[in-house]
């Protein structure tokens, strides 16, 4: 990977060198469609230059490449946004290079080694912090920000896509987060008559629950206050670091924890796991939460899931698709005395090659992608919460968002929240966590042998880091 990464440098200076800039393109909207809002004047006029005609026409016949992954309803809304482009500028050819989400990341990283990548990417959010540094490899959007207007994010939101050395590298698609959607009918079973709001009734609750629960090492027919994924436990953990410390789990390049919160991190799993509050490992058969039958008759009080799929997973409710009366939202609870968390990360984002021989075209069409209300329309929902000013207000006026996707897109702003650092969702970082929560669930280790762990090979890693 060192190699790579130092070949990745090497290769993007020497081919964004010799980049040519295009004339830049007048920033008037896109035409075909109605812009909800105007893309912001960087001329000091007051008003949106005006070509009297399509300024991407400027520039001749050009074909824009753009790469993402995604399953079939995604490829037909994105088929659909390129088409539509195209029908209002003939001129430009929109090719799309696209594949399931497995092996992606390996796909993209050979691209961007051999300088074959799109002009325009879809990327997940520690990309633009890992690949190639990030600066090496993706254009600064701010040198194009007179094209794609960078107001239409807040400055938080622009924050994650920005590198070590201030470059935008990206724009945001959305704000994504883990929160508890609760079963209100298996609650009112229980003779519960409301929710756990702390960490302590969470465990209390659970326990009565699970009074009546099998052996811990395969599911049968228990019962769960939260069905949690293995797959998720890491989110949960970071989750447990944030109520205890206030701090995300890495802050700058060092650890926001101690000894002592691992420790306690990891007894709590213990608790939770022998407890039946959620399942263990062994338990878990890896069946999709939405299809999984825990989920489907009504054992699990609660799912833990984005807020992006809330709607996959509300198909699968017992009551039939979920509202806001029967399905209830909530953040993973602190203990007494403190809020509850949901940490948050960028959905998804998409930034423009250092290599493109297209830097403006590119941005125009990024632009008209979040600003122009057909293009919004025809994407819909299928890439999660948008976040740019103008496809919020669409997606929500056209209906595009309802129900408790709203409800958590809400409060996604309201609640105590903290950024999850790149460095969490770096798979050098991610793959020893994994191993480690493996070992303590099936019993081979202790918290204290957990947390000692968890330190000494995170800290590798970021000692790795600061030798490259």
Same mark, same amino acid.
């Given at each position: 990977?060192?190699?790579?990464?130092?070949?990745?440098?090497?290769?993007?200076?020497?081919?964004?060198?010799?980049?040519?800039?295009?004339?830049?393109?007048?920033?008037?909207?896109? $035409? /075909?469609?109605?812009?909800?809002?105007?893309? +912001?004047?960087?001329?000091?006029?007051?008003?949106?230059?005006?070509?009297?005609?399509?300024?991407?026409?400027?520039?001749?016949?050009?074909?824009?490449?753009?790469?993402?992954?995604?399953?079939?309803?995604?490829?037909?809304?994105?088929? %659909?946004?390129?088409?539509?482009?195209?029908?209002?500028?003939?001129?430009?050819?929109?090719?799309?290079?696209?594949?399931?989400?497995?092996?992606?990341?390996?796909?993209?990283?050979?691209?961007?080694?051999?300088?074959?990548?799109?002009?325009?990417?879809?990327?997940?959010?520690?990309?633009?912090?890992?690949?190639? *540094?990030?600066?090496?490899?993706?254009?600064?959007?701010?040198?194009?920000?007179?094209?794609?207007?960078?107001?239409?994010?807040?400055?938080?939101?622009?924050?994650?896509?920005?590198? +070590?050395?201030?470059?935008?590298? %990206?724009?945001?698609?959305?704000?994504?987060?883990?929160?508890?959607?609760?079963?209100?009918?298996?609650?009112?079973?229980? /003779?519960?008559?409301?929710?756990?709001?702390?960490?302590?009734?969470?465990? &209390?609750?659970?326990?009565?629950?699970?009074?009546?629960?099998?052996?811990?090492?395969?599911?049968?027919?228990?019962?769960?206050?939260?069905?949690?994924?293995?797959?998720?436990?890491?989110?949960?953990?970071?989750?447990?670091?944030?109520?205890?410390?206030?701090?995300?789990?890495?802050?700058?390049?060092?650890?926001?924890?101690?000894?002592?919160?691992?420790?306690?991190?990891?007894?709590?799993?213990?608790?939770?796991?022998?407890?039946?509050?959620?399942?263990?490992?062994?338990?878990?058969?890896?069946?999709?939460?939405?299809?999984?039958?825990?989920?489907?008759?009504?054992?699990?009080?609660?799912?833990?899931?984005?807020?992006?799929?809330?709607?996959?997973?509300?198909? $699968?409710?017992?009551?039939?698709?979920?509202?806001?009366?029967?399905?209830?939202?909530?953040?993973?609870?602190?203990?007494?005395?403190?809020?509850?968390?949901?940490?948050?990360?960028?959905?998804?984002?998409?930034?423009?090659?250092?290599?493109?021989?297209?830097?403006? +075209?590119?941005?125009?069409?990024?632009?008209?992608?979040?600003?122009?209300?057909?293009?919004?329309? %025809?994407? $819909?929902?299928?890439?999660?919460?948008? /976040? +740019?000013?103008?496809?919020?207000?669409?997606?929500?006026?056209?209906?595009?968002?309802?129900?408790?996707?709203?409800?958590?897109?809400?409060?996604? *702003?309201?609640?105590?929240?903290?950024?999850?650092?790149?460095?969490?969702?770096? &798979?050098?970082?991610?793959?020893?966590?994994?191993?480690?929560?493996?070992?303590?669930?099936?019993?081979?280790?202790?918290?204290? &042998?957990?947390?000692?762990?968890?330190?000494?090979?995170?800290?590798?890693?970021?000692?790795?880091?600061?030798?490259?």
């Amino acid at each position: 990977m060192k190699k790579l990464t130092l070949f990745l440098i090497a290769t993007m200076l020497f081919l964004a060198a010799c980049t040519t800039a295009d004339t830049p393109i007048a920033t008037t909207p896109a $035409g /075909g469609g109605t812009t909800a809002t105007a893309p +912001a004047d960087t001329a000091g006029t007051g008003d949106v230059v005006d070509t009297g005609g399509h300024p991407i026409l400027d520039a001749g016949n050009i074909t824009l490449s753009f790469s993402w992954w995604g399953n079939d309803a995604r490829a037909d809304a994105m088929e %659909a946004s390129f088409r539509l482009f195209e029908s209002y500028y003939p001129n430009v050819t929109i090719v799309s290079n696209t594949g399931p989400w497995d092996g992606w990341q390996q796909a993209i990283l050979v691209n961007l080694s051999a300088g074959t990548e799109a002009d325009i990417l879809q990327v997940n959010y520690p990309w633009v912090h890992n690949f190639g *540094q990030g600066s090496n490899v993706f254009l600064d959007l701010d040198t194009v920000s007179h094209i794609l207007d960078l107001s239409e994010w807040s400055e938080e939101m622009l924050n994650f896509m920005r590198t +070590a050395d201030g470059q935008l590298s %990206a724009v945001p698609h959305g704000m994504n987060g883990h929160f508890l959607m609760y079963n209100r009918a298996a609650i009112n079973e229980l /003779g519960l008559d409301r929710f756990p709001e702390t960490l302590e009734e969470f465990i &209390e609750f659970g326990r009565e629950l699970a009074a009546d629960n099998v052996a811990l090492d395969f599911a049968g027919e228990n019962r769960y206050l939260a069905f949690i994924a293995a797959e998720v436990l890491d989110n949960i953990l970071h989750n447990i670091i944030f109520n205890a410390t206030g701090n995300t789990f890495f802050v700058g390049n060092e650890l926001g924890f101690t000894f002592e919160d691992a420790v306690n991190a990891y007894e709590l799993f213990v608790t939770m796991w022998e407890y039946n509050l959620i399942p263990t490992i062994q338990q878990d058969e890896g069946i999709p939460i939405q299809h999984n039958p825990a989920w489907l008759d009504g054992r699990a009080l609660s799912a833990f899931i984005w807020v992006s799929t809330f709607f996959v997973v509300e198909d $699968g409710y017992e009551g039939g698709p979920g509202t806001v009366d029967d399905l209830y939202v909530a953040v993973w609870p602190g203990p007494a005395g403190t809020p509850g968390v949901v940490l948050q990360r960028p959905t998804m984002g998409h930034a423009i090659s250092a290599n493109t021989q297209h830097p403006e +075209a590119a941005a125009y069409f990024l632009n008209w992608f979040y600003t122009n209300e057909d293009a919004i329309s %025809a994407i $819909g929902s299928v890439l999660g919460l948008p /976040g +740019a000013n103008t496809a919020s207000i669409v997606a929500e006026r056209e209906g595009l968002i309802s129900g408790n996707t709203l409800v958590g897109a809400e409060m996604l *702003q309201n609640v105590r929240s903290g950024p999850i650092h790149h460095f969490f969702e770096d &798979e050098n970082f991610r793959q020893p966590r994994h191993i480690i929560m493996e070992q303590l669930a099936l019993g081979i280790i202790t918290a204290t &042998e957990a947390a000692q762990l968890l330190l000494d090979s995170q800290n590798e890693q970021l000692a790795n880091i600061a030798n490259n």
